[in-house]
C-alpha cells in the first residue's frame, strides 16, 4: 500500500485559492498548506496563523547583544585592563552606548535570521509536494491547496471530493 502526503488541488485564480482555504477550514481541516506565486496576506487570515516565534527570538538575540555588549566594555575598561587618563572616571556608561546599541543590532540580525531558517525547516532540498506534475507553476500562475495526510479529518476519496467540490481544476494525491 503507498503512503500518502496528501491531497492537492490546483486553481487558477487568486479569488478561487482564498476562498477554498476559508471553506477547507471552515470543513474543520487544520493540517494544510497553501503554495501560492506571491505573498497572499489574505491566505495567512484565513488559516488562521497569526503566531510567529520569530519575534521572541530576535528579541533575545537584541537583548542578549546589549547586555553582552555593555558587559564586555565594562570589564574590559574597569577590570582587566583599566586605563585612568586625563582623570576620567573608569566607568564612563555613556561611551559605552554605541557599541552596545551595535551589538543588540548584530545580534537580532543573526538571531532573527537564524531563527527564520531553522523555524521554516531550511533547507529543505526535497518535499512530496515537488513531485506533483504541473507543481513548477506555483511560482509562476498557479495557486495550490495541498491538505495534509496528517490532519485527524482527512480521508483521501472525501478529502478529494470536496476539494473538487470548490472548483478545482484539477486534484491529485501526493505520495510520500
Not at 117 to 127: E, R, T, V
Request: aromatic share 14%; with cysteine; proline share 7%.
Amino acid at each position: 500500500m503507498k503512503q500518502i502526503y496528501g491531497v492537492m488541488a490546483e486553481f487558477e485564480h487568486s479569488e478561487q485559492i482564498i476562498e477554498a482555504t476559508r471553506r477547507v477550514y471552515e470543513a474543520g481541516y487544520r493540517s494544510m498548506d497553501v503554495y501560492t506565486p506571491f505573498p497572499m496576506h489574505e491566505i495567512f487570515h484565513e488559516l488562521h496563523e497569526h503566531r510567529t516565534w520569530v519575534s521572541p527570538i530576535t528579541m533575545v538575540g537584541g537583548l542578549t547583544g546589549l547586555v553582552g555588549g555593555f558587559m564586555l566594555q565594562t570589564w574590559t575598561t574597569v577590570i582587566d585592563y583599566p586605563l585612568n587618563i586625563g582623570g576620567r572616571p573608569l566607568f564612563s556608561w555613556p561611551s559605552f552606548i554605541p557599541i552596545t546599541f551595535e551589538c543588540m543590532v548584530l545580534l537580532a540580525a543573526f538571531s532573527a535570521l537564524i531563527g527564520m531558517i531553522a523555524l521554516n525547516g531550511l533547507p529543505q532540498p526535497y518535499h512530496p509536494v515537488f513531485n506533483v506534475p504541473g507543481f513548477e507553476r506555483s511560482s509562476q500562475d498557479r495557486f495550490f491547496l495541498c491538505v495534509e495526510s496528517t490532519d485527524p479529518k482527512f480521508d483521501a476519496a472525501e478529502t478529494a471530493r470536496f476539494l473538487g467540490s470548490l472548483g478545482a481544476q484539477r486534484v491529485v494525491e501526493v505520495e510520500a
